[in-house]
């Protein structure tokens, strides 16, 4: 089993995300250079946050042409799991590989803070060993992580379980003040109709660790890592 995280111009949890994978969970694990036009070796790839070529015109617009990004698209088709986080969560946005889009927060403020998370769904690699309802209190840290989508599209993610968390308070409840960011519907997270491109806004890989204050983060890395086993020979 073997993971890669891939690294652009401006990408800064690219590291923590790497620690996590090979040093928390022992996976094989790789940092993948933006340049990149393959990524056949790998069986899970991680697009970390940042500030890709300094996200000077849109958040992930960039990062989208990079080569590695059509390496990317092929990784997916084939079925393999991708989860994008904060600044990964844009760039997968902006390449089309998940629907909607992402605004400034609301207050126009740079957020860094920690949230409730109400996991949606279990349909999926990232989530499959949360319960649905379970929340996690996991970091944020962004400035546009206001997630919206046309109503079509917010309908059918939906009508499709794509919604994969919510923004709660911490029994749980789905409320406005639970809204870091003013994301319609508060969504936190998405995946795509396949069920294996997952975007969230809030960082996993900042509370897999008791030193870091929580473990949360580490369900969403267990629950790949558990499928992924659960599929390989």
């Not at 090979?22 to 250079?33: A, G, L, Y």
């Not at 609301?106 to 999926?124: A, M």
């Not at 599209?153 to 009508?159: A, F, M, N, V, Y």
């Not at 508060?186 to 996993?204: Q, T």
Request: charged fraction near 20%.
């Amino acid at each position: 089993m073997k993971g890669g995280v891939l690294v652009f111009p401006g990408s800064n949890c690219d590291h923590d995300c790497y620690h996590v994978l090979k040093h928390v969970f022992k996976m094989d694990t790789d940092f993948v250079w933006h340049k990149e036009t393959s990524l056949d070796r790998y069986d899970l790839v991680v697009v970390p946050g940042g500030f890709t070529y300094g996200d000077y015109l849109r958040t992930g617009a960039m990062a989208k042409l990079s080569p590695v990004m059509s390496a990317l698209k092929t990784f997916v088709k084939r079925g393999a799991p991708v989860i994008g986080i904060c600044n990964g969560f844009q760039i997968l946005l902006e390449a089309g590989l998940l629907p909607g889009a992402m605004m400034a927060n609301v207050s126009l403020k740079f957020i860094c803070d920690h949230v409730y998370l109400r996991t949606e769904t279990q349909d999926t690699p990232f989530t499959s060993s949360l319960q649905r309802g379970s929340v996690l209190k996991i970091p944020v840290a962004h400035y546009q992580g206001n997630y919206t989508a046309s109503a079509e599209t917010l309908l059918e993610l939906e009508d499709n379980d794509q919604i994969v968390f919510k923004y709660c308070d911490a029994g749980g409840n789905v409320v406005e003040s639970a809204n870091p960011n003013g994301s319609v519907k508060n969504i936190a997270g998405i995946c795509n109709r396949e069920r294996n491109v997952v975007g969230m806004m809030p960082h996993p890989e900042r509370c897999s660790e008791p030193e870091l204050g929580s473990v949360d983060g580490r369900h969403i890395f267990e629950s790949v890592i558990d499928s992924l086993a659960g599929k390989m020979p």
